[in-house]
């Protein structure tokens, strides 16, 4: 069953990765190469809701050195926030959608210049 899932959300990645490749005018054949054989992890948490949410401490700021980072929550236990404009805001849970992070590896940085 396991490894069932763990094909669907390579499945998944790999079109979510087709779409994003498509949107910025890159080759789907080329990032298909560039990330099919790549390396897939799982992992499942469990955060049971908290009679003191403003107390729980969670991970620290990061971003992830990915492509993509798929998430799917199961309970509407908020605890994923995202930095917007210098502040922390709560990426609020839909029921029945995942949570699509953008990794590091696809970041875009500015060209750095001197003129």
Known sequence: MLE???QKMKNLAMDIIAHIAKASKIEETEIRELCEDGLQSMRMNYYPPSPQPEKVI?????SDASVIT????INEVEGLQIKKDGMWVPVIP??????VNVG?????????HVV
Request: proline share 4%; hydrophobic share 50%; no cysteine.
């Open 94 to 99: 839909l029921p029945n959608a995942f949570v």
């Open 104 to 112: 590091d590896i696809l970041e875009v940085n500015n060209v750095i």
């Open 58 to 62: 969670g991970l620290t700021n990061h």
């Open 4 to 6: 069932f899932y763990s």
């Open 70 to 73: 798929i998430l799917l929550q």
